[in-house]
C-alpha cells in the first residue's frame, strides 16, 4: 500500500528565506505527483503537476522536483514571504483514479 | 481557468438528518471526486465518478451515497447523518483520457457540523 509521508510536520521561517518541503512516498509506481497549498479552513490550490516521466517542473518561484526510483519530491520555494504561509500537500496518483495524499507540512513565514 | 464550486460553506445539520452536498466543476471533466479531510488522518476518498450516472466506491463509502446525473454536477449524499460525519468535505475534478493529464481540482470545501 502506497504510503506518503511529509516531513517536517511544521517550519516555521523568517521571510526571504529560501527553503525546500520533502515529501516521500514508498512505491515508486506512481503516475504523477501534485502539489497542493490549503489555506486555513479552505479547498485545496493546485500548484504544480510532475509526470512520472518528468523531473521537475517550475511555477514563479515555485520548483518541484521528482525522483521517482528513491520516491522522494521537493517543493523549493525562493525568497519566502508572508503570504505563502499556509499548508503544503503533496499526493501522488497511483491508478487512473486512485490519489494518495501526505499530511502536509504547515509553513509559516514571519515578517 | 477550472472552477470546482461546492454548495454551501458552512452548514449545521442535527443527528439523523439527510444531507445534501453539491458540487458544480465547469470543465467539462470526467472524473469527480468527494474526500473528507480531518486532523491527524489527511484526506480520504469517499467516491468517484468517472462518467455520468457511473460511481465507484473510495475508501471510506459507508454512511454515504452520491449521485452524478449529469456530467458536471455530483452529489454527496449523508442518508442519516452522524456525529461523526463531522468534518471538511472536499468535492474535486480531474480530466481523464481525453486530456491524460488528471490533474485534481479542489473546491472550497464545506465544513459539516453534525450535532
Known amino acids: 500500500k502506497q504510503e506518503v509521508t511529509q516531513i517536517p510536520a511544521a517550519l516555521s521561517v523568517p521571510e526571504g528565506e529560501n527553503l525546500v518541503l520533502n515529501c516521500s512516498f514508498t512505491?515508486?509506481?506512481?503516475?504523477?505527483l501534485q502539489w497542493f497549498r490549503q489555506d486555513p479552513g479552505k479547498g485545496l490550490t493546485s500548484l504544480l503537476l510532475?509526470?512520472?516521466?518528468?523531473r521537475e517542473q517550475t511555477s514563479g518561484r515555485l520548483n518541484a522536483s521528482l525522483d521517482k526510483s528513491s520516491g522522494r519530491s521537493t517543493l523549493y520555494i525562493a525568497a519566502s514571504q508572508p503570504g505563502d504561509s499556509a499548508t503544503y500537500l503533496c499526493?501522488?496518483?497511483?491508478?487512473?483514479?486512485?490519489?494518495?495524499f501526505g499530511a502536509g507540512t504547515r509553513l509559516t513565514v514571519k515578517p | 481557468d477550472v472552477k470546482v464550486t461546492q454548495s454551501s460553506r458552512y452548514l449545521v445539520k442535527r443527528t439523523g438528518e439527510k444531507v445534501f452536498l453539491e458540487c458544480v466543476q465547469d470543465m467539462d471533466h470526467e472524473n469527480m471526486f468527494w474526500y473528507r479531510q480531518d486532523p491527524g488522518l489527511g484526506l480520504r476518498l469517499i467516491y468517484f465518478?468517472?462518467?455520468?450516472?457511473?460511481?465507484e466506491k473510495g475508501d471510506i463509502p459507508e454512511g454515504y451515497s452520491v449521485s452524478r446525473e449529469k456530467k458536471e454536477r455530483f452529489s454527496l449524499i449523508l442518508e442519516s447523518a452522524s456525529t461523526n460525519q463531522t468534518s471538511m468535505y472536499l468535492c474535486a475534478s480531474s480530466g481523464g483520457t481525453s486530456s491524460m493529464s488528471y490533474e485534481q481540482y479542489f473546491g472550497p470545501g464545506t465544513r459539516l457540523t453534525v450535532t
Open positions: 512505491d515508486s509506481a506512481i503516475y504523477n
Open positions: 510532475i509526470q512520472s516521466s518528468q
Open positions: 499526493a501522488v496518483r497511483v491508478g487512473v483514479w486512485d490519489m494518495r
Open positions: 465518478s468517472y462518467d455520468v450516472k457511473m460511481k
